[in-house]
C-alpha cells in the first residue's frame, strides 16, 4: 500500500510538473500529434501493397508511430517519467532531476522496428537480422541501465560505455554490411538515402544524452533535453517511415522480386 502511495505521488507530481512547463509538454504533444497523424498517413499509404515481403516491411513501418504514440502518451502522463537523485560528482549531485526513462525503455520496441524494416528492404539474411537487432535492445537496455543509476557516477558512464558498444555493431552492420545485400536486392539507391538519415539522426542520441541532464547537464532544462530528443524522433520515425514507405508503394515489383526473408521462401525457390 504504502509503495502504490508513494508511486502515485511521483506520478502526479510529474504531470504537474510537465503540465506547468510548456517548453517540456510541447515537445511531448508534439510528437503525439505527429505519430498520429502518420499512422493514418501510413495505413493509407499502404492500402494497395501486395505481397509477403512488401506487407512485411509495411507492418513494421506502421509500428513505428503507434509504438511512439503510447511512448510519449506514457511520457505526458508522468507514469515513465521519474525523479532520480543524481549521484556525487554529477554536475547536479544530490538534486531529483526528472528522466524520462520510459523513452529509453520503449527505444527497445520502436528501434528494433526501424531496423527490421531496413533490414527486410535490403533483403539481409536472418542471422545478420538478427545480431543486429539483439544488439540494438541490448543498446536501449543499457541505455536504460546508465539513467536510471543513482548509486554511482563511474556506473553511469559505464553502462553508457557499454550502450555505445552496442551502438557499434548496429552502425556497422548499417554502414558496411547491409550496402552489400541492398545492391543484390536493387533497393540500394533507397537503402543510400535511409542510410545516411538513420546514421546521422541516431548518432544524436548518445549525444544529446551526453551533454543533457543525465550525462554532463551542460543544459540543466529537461525541456531542452527533452526537445532535442523529440526533434531527432521526427526525423528518425517519421520522415524514415514516410521515405521507405512511399517507395515500397511504389517500387512492389523489386520488393517481390528477391525473396530471401519471404516468410514462404524455404529450401526450395518459390514457383511463381
Ligand atoms: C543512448 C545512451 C547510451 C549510449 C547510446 C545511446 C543511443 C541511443 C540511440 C537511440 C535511438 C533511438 C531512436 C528512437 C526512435 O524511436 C541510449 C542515448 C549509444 C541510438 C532512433
Known amino acids: 500500500m504504502v509503495s502504490t502511495a508513494v508511486l502515485q505521488a511521483t506520478q502526479s507530481d510529474a504531470f504537474e510538473q510537465i503540465s506547468n512547463d510548456l517548453l517540456l509538454s510541447s515537445s511531448l504533444w508534439v510528437n503525439i500529434a505527429l505519430a498520429g497523424l502518420s499512422a493514418l498517413l501510413f495505413v493509407y499509404m499502404g ?27 506514457g ?32 527505444w527497445a520496441l520502436s528501434t528494433p522496428m526501424i531496423l527490421l524494416a531496413l533490414g527486410l528492404l535490403a533483403d539481409v539474411d536472418r542471422s545478420d537480422l538478427f545480431t543486429v537487432i539483439a544488439a ?14 543513482t548509486s554511482s557516477l563511474a556506473l553511469r558512464w559505464g553502462f553508457y560505455l557499454i550502450s555505445c558498444a552496442f551502438f557499434v555493431v548496429v552502425l556497422y552492420a548499417i554502414l ?32 544529446v544524452w551526453a551533454v543533457g541532464v543525465e550525462g554532463l547537464a551542460l543544459t540543466t532544462s529537461v525541456g531542452i533535453t527533452s526537445w532535442a530528443y523529440s526533434a531527432l524522433d521526427v526525423g528518425a520515425k517519421y520522415l524514415f517511415a514516410f521515405l521507405l514507405l512511399r517507395w515500397v508503394a511504389a517500387n512492389q515489383e523489386t520488393v517481390s522480386a528477391s525473396a530471401s526473408t519471404d516468410t514462404t521462401a524455404g529450401a526450395a525457390p518459390a514457383d511463381d
Not at 525523479?83 to 544530490?94: D, W
Open 75 to 106: 511520457l505526458v502522463s508522468g507514469l515513465t517519467v521519474g525523479f532520480i537523485e543524481m549521484p556525487a560528482g554529477h554536475a547536479l549531485a544530490g538534486e531529483e532531476v526528472m528522466s524520462q526513462w520510459g523513452r529509453y525503455l520503449t
Open 136 to 149: 540494438d535492445i541490448g543498446m536501449c537496455i543499457t541505455g536504460l541501465a546508465a539513467a536510471l543509476v
Open 176 to 207: 558496411f554490411e547491409w550496402p552489400e545485400d541492398a545492391a543484390a536486392a536493387g533497393t540500394d539507391q533507397i537503402f543510400g538515402t535511409l542510410r545516411i538519415l538513420t546514421v546521422v539522426l541516431w548518432l544524436g542520441y548518445p549525444v
Open 47 to 73: 492500402r494497395n501493397v501486395e505481397g509477403s515481403r512488401a506487407k512485411f516491411i509495411w507492418a513494421a513501418t506502421l509500428m513505428i508511430p503507434l509504438v511512439s504514440i503510447s511512448s510519449y502518451t
